[in-house]
């Protein structure tokens, strides 16, 4: 080195990261919500499986992942409901692991009302019992229908929530605290719809309410907008309210427009802000509305946008959509969901992308169920990791 030369500083090394279990929840806190995620990774180390299948852990990686992914529908084909998975492997959810026991032939009793917050409901008439059922631990809490329900030729839609409301799946709980709808008719040309709500922390039914509505029937599962429920009524298109804290019921009319008929294809929708939403169904153009509220708390609809399926979905020239039908709502993704000539399709509301489901299925109705499932992490003590690693 010559002389007046100075040598390059050293550069001090990079201090080692702290090597403990809070940089590794960090990290898997940030795996997506996949039914493969945490499976996978837990079968690394026993140290990973230990921080992994810690309940501290799990219930903070189901606050983080506010959102649940669609795992599939419960869809019914004739009465007998079957969970159809939607996503590919590996987090493709066996069918059998999901599915009721199929009836008995001649047996009509049971009837499936709907999914939310992990939770799925359906009515045993058989027993007069409400059914609220976890798929990912198979717990289920029966619940006898309201003392003054008139059992007789009774025509029943419904709806569960969890009691905190705040959409969280607690997907591997046994069964969370939650509130049941129960709607009633005593038969299709009757004109009073009644309804009451039954919370499971107080272990009690609510006040019945009624109201009286036009010859109609209620279609479809219902839509939780803040604290309302609502109902599409097959034969008005006009929409049945359920007020969960004032246990009232009111109907909104259908928006006053040609294109919305008696016989529209339609949907409730829950929008941004929590504000109520309609998808109207004319041969091949899918009309939206937002209900829009003044100071006074009266409403109308306003159109927001209009979606052609034709030219929204990517189809080759020599396919050609005839018929369309809408299947129903998921509240999570927001996303609706058609049965076309060519195939099922999501639809997400505000960008309009969509995703093919299937070719095509003749079932009656689906039912979207969205949850948080880890496989084998703290359900029921069991463990289908292996499962899992088999759909790979």
Known sequence: ?????????LEPEAAPLPDNDDIHREI?????????????ASLVCKRWRRILSDPAFLRRFRAHHRAPP?????????GDIDFVPTLRRPDRIPGARFSLPRRRRGDDYLSFLGCRHGLALFVDRA???????????GSQCRVPFPPDFNKRHVYYKGAVLSSSGDGHVHGDCRLIPFKLVLVHQTDLHDTLASACLYESESGKWGNITSIA???SRLHQPSVLVGNRLY???LGTSDILEFDLDGQSLAIIQKPEDPRVTNNSGIQALRLEGNKLGLATLSKLSIQLWQRETNSDAAGTWVPWKTIELDKLLSLDRLTRIWTATILGFDEDSNAFFICTSVGIYMIHLESTRFTKLFQGDSFTAYYPYTSLYTAGLG???GDDRAEMLNNT
């Open 379 to 381: 359900i029921d003590d």
């Open 213 to 215: 509505i036009p010859w």
């Open 127 to 137: 027993r007069s019992e409400a059914v609220v059922w976890n798929p990912v631990t």
């Open 28 to 40: 898997f806190l940030r795996l997506p919500p996949l039914p493969s995620s945490l499976p996978r």
């Open 231 to 233: 109902w599409i009524l």
């Open 1 to 9: 080195m010559s002389e007046g030369a100075t040598s390059p500083a």
């Open 70 to 78: 669609l795992l599939g529908f419960f869809a019914d084909e004739d």
